[in-house]
């Protein structure tokens, strides 16, 4: 047990490494938080930096949390006296609010939806049966993105839809809650995206450049 919160701290810094900005610094000397949406996403990295850097800070903000989860409970699992199950979803707990709450800018980060999907790949491989409430969740998105080609729409109806396919497919309680949990972080995270989707002003993505 004294290991756990340790391995938290160190989870939590990994996921605070503010991709978005630091590009947005070295590639165009730019504050990314002063363009577009504001915010310290790989979407508003695609805005500012173009298709392949965009994609790179992607990568790396599923990297954020999938990494961690993948090693650290391996690791500390015996020394934190729990499993490597629990472990791995307090890790990735900590990645995700480090991302969202980053010490690095003020605890002002990103909406946290690419490193939660790179922490829910990191347990799919350690949990029986998650490899296809994720794969549904992520249909999910893809349909919902086809259809409407606005990201933040996607990334609601998806992280919505996960804690619900969770119970469906009878996944561990421990996993049901933290995901409805992250599901109401990403919601809020983005209200502003709601208000705008609903007045029809939200943002759609082109790939045409």
């Not at 409407?148 to 996944?171: E, G, N, T, V």
Request: glycine fraction near 12%.
């Amino acid at each position: 047990m004294p290991w756990t919160i340790p391995v938290i701290i160190i989870s939590y810094l990994v996921g605070s490494i503010p991709t978005a900005y630091i590009f947005g610094r070295l590639l165009k000397g730019t504050d990314i938080r002063g363009f577009g949406s504001g915010n310290v996403g790989a979407t508003n990295a695609f805005r500012l930096l173009g298709k392949g850097w965009g994609v790179t800070v992607l990568v790396l903000d599923i990297g954020k949390g999938l990494l961690p989860v993948v090693f650290l409970p391996g690791v500390f699992a015996a020394k934190s006296g729990i499993s490597a199950e629990t472990l791995a979803m307090l890790v990735g707990l900590g990645c995700i609010c480090g991302h969202i709450w980053t010490v690095f800018l003020n605890f002002r980060g990103g909406k946290g939806v690419a490193t939660t999907f790179g922490v829910l790949i990191g347990l799919s491989i350690m949990i029986a049966g998650l490899k296809i409430v994720l794969g549904l969740a992520v249909a999910v998105w893809l349909l919902v993105f086809a259809f409407s080609r606005i990201i933040s729409l996607a990334s609601i109806l998806a992280a919505l839809s996960f804690p619900l396919l969770a119970l469906l497919f009878r996944q561990p309680p421990a996993l049901i809650g933290i995901s409805s949990l992250l599901a109401a972080f990403i919601v809020y995270r983005h209200k502003s995206n709601i208000q705008r989707i609903l007045s029809g002003n939200e943002s759609r993505l082109s790939f045409k450049k």
